[in-house]
């Protein structure tokens, strides 16, 4: 256990002492959010606790053979019909990252916040936040073994699939020797390792290809060589037939050209607004630039949703990175 045992009994206090939870994790959700979600849904049923899975949209096809994965709420085509007293956010840095989930929070809402980012503010009732663990799937599996519970093989799927995609497949910096441990116990549950990561790491779908294509087409990089971006758009979208979560990934292009210390992705996401994604190789704290403008996350991998058009925001950020360089 590498955090307070305290925040573990209180954690358990609230699993154990409430009953029909909403479970949430951030917008645009990957692994180890997906993962999460699921996991907590797992440990519930365990504890023969009512509880709904939602998320403000879809989650990725290519996680559709998690245990339950289907049993997740996609809150834009299928509203609740209440609100929810016992909240339970997983992998969410900051509360604003629920989206349209926390609508259905009840007034008064206690929320258990389980999270590894270290800039998370503490928004829950009950936080259990551990900002060195490699994904948040990290804590639930020292909280599903702190509360005594057996793991299956569905449920080490789960935990294996949020570490493999934090971790870039065990390659980021955060890939510790009790990740590797943990990897190790739940291999031996069964999990697919190979196989999981030939689904989660190295396919892709045409549209996905080539969106990638056309992003790499209009990259740019500084003066200096240091900082390398691209930028995408529903155009881009429309015209190569990609959705969303085919932008998973595209943002390590640029950061991994040599040289580059800071790899940027702009998404436009409406006439005034643009989601960034930032990689840095170490040397720059990119959470830190991203908290300037309002967004979270870690020190190599962060993001930020920035008001204005693509033309203002690129400028501002580009100063900010130089800054920390």
């Known amino acids: 256990m590498q955090t307070n045992e305290r925040e573990f009994r209180q954690a358990q206090r609230f699993l154990t002492e409430h009953d029909n939870f909403l479970v949430v994790a951030h917008v645009q959700p990957d692994g180890d959010a997906v993962s999460s979600t699921l996991a907590v849904g797992w440990l519930l049923s365990c504890l023969g606790k009512k509880y709904v899975m939602v998320n403000e949209g879809p989650i990725p096809k290519r996680m559709e053979y998690l245990w339950e994965a289907d049993k997740i709420v996609n809150l834009s085509s299928a509203p609740l019909e209440a609100a929810y007293s016992h909240i339970i956010c997983v992998d969410c840095a900051d509360f604003r990252r629920t989206g349209k989930s926390s609508q259905y929070f009840a007034e008064n809402a206690e929320i258990l916040n389980i999270d590894h980012h270290p800039t998370n503010d503490?928004?829950?009732?009950?936080?259990?936040?551990?900002?060195?663990?490699?994904?948040?799937?990290?804590?639930?599996?020292?909280?599903?073994?702190?509360?005594?519970?057996?793991?299956?093989?569905?449920?080490?799927?789960?935990?294996?699939?949020?570490?493999?995609?934090?971790?870039?497949?065990?390659?980021?910096?955060?890939?510790?020797?009790?990740?590797?441990?943990?990897?190790?116990?739940?291999?031996?549950?069964?999990?697919?390792?190979?196989?999981?990561?030939?689904?989660?790491?190295?396919?892709?779908?045409?549209?996905?290809?080539?969106?990638?294509?056309?992003?790499?087409?209009?990259?740019?990089?500084?003066?200096?060589?240091?900082?390398?971006?691209?930028?995408?758009?529903?155009?881009?979208?429309?015209?190569?037939?990609?959705?969303?979560?085919?932008?998973?990934?595209?943002?390590?292009?640029?950061?991994?050209?040599?040289?580059?210390?800071?790899?940027?992705?702009?998404?436009?996401?409406?006439?005034?607004?643009?989601?960034?994604?930032?990689?840095?190789?170490?040397?720059?704290?990119?959470?830190?630039?991203?908290?300037?403008?309002?967004?979270?996350?870690?020190?190599?991998?962060?993001?930020?949703?920035?008001?204005?058009?693509?033309?203002?925001?690129?400028p501002q950020v580009l100063d900010r990175v130089k800054l920390q360089l």
Not at 158 to 177: Q, V
Not at 179 to 205: H, I, N, R, W
Request: include cysteine; charged fraction near 20%.
């Open 122 to 314: 503490g928004y829950g009732t009950c936080n259990l936040i551990v900002p060195h663990a490699a994904a948040t799937v990290e804590i639930l599996f020292d909280l599903i073994a702190f509360m005594d519970l057996n793991l299956d093989k569905d449920a080490a799927t789960l935990i294996y699939t949020g570490l493999l995609t934090d971790t870039g497949g065990f390659r980021y910096s955060n890939t510790t020797p009790k990740v590797m441990a943990t990897a190790s116990k739940l291999l031996e549950y069964g999990v697919d390792g190979p196989g999981l990561s030939e689904l989660l790491l190295e396919q892709m779908t045409l549209p996905q290809l080539r969106l990638l294509t056309r992003a790499l087409n209009g990259l740019q990089i500084s003066e200096d060589g240091k900082i390398s971006w691209v930028s995408v758009n529903d155009e881009d979208l429309r015209v190569t037939g990609a959705i969303h979560e085919d932008l998973e990934g595209i943002v390590n292009y640029p950061r991994n050209i040599q040289g580059v210390e800071v790899g940027l992705l702009f998404k436009v996401i409406s006439e005034n607004a643009v989601k960034v994604s930032m990689r840095s190789a170490g040397k720059v704290d990119v959470a830190r630039v991203a908290q300037s403008f309002g967004g979270g996350g870690h020190v190599r991998a962060a993001g930020a949703r920035i008001e204005g058009t693509l033309e203002e925001i690129v």
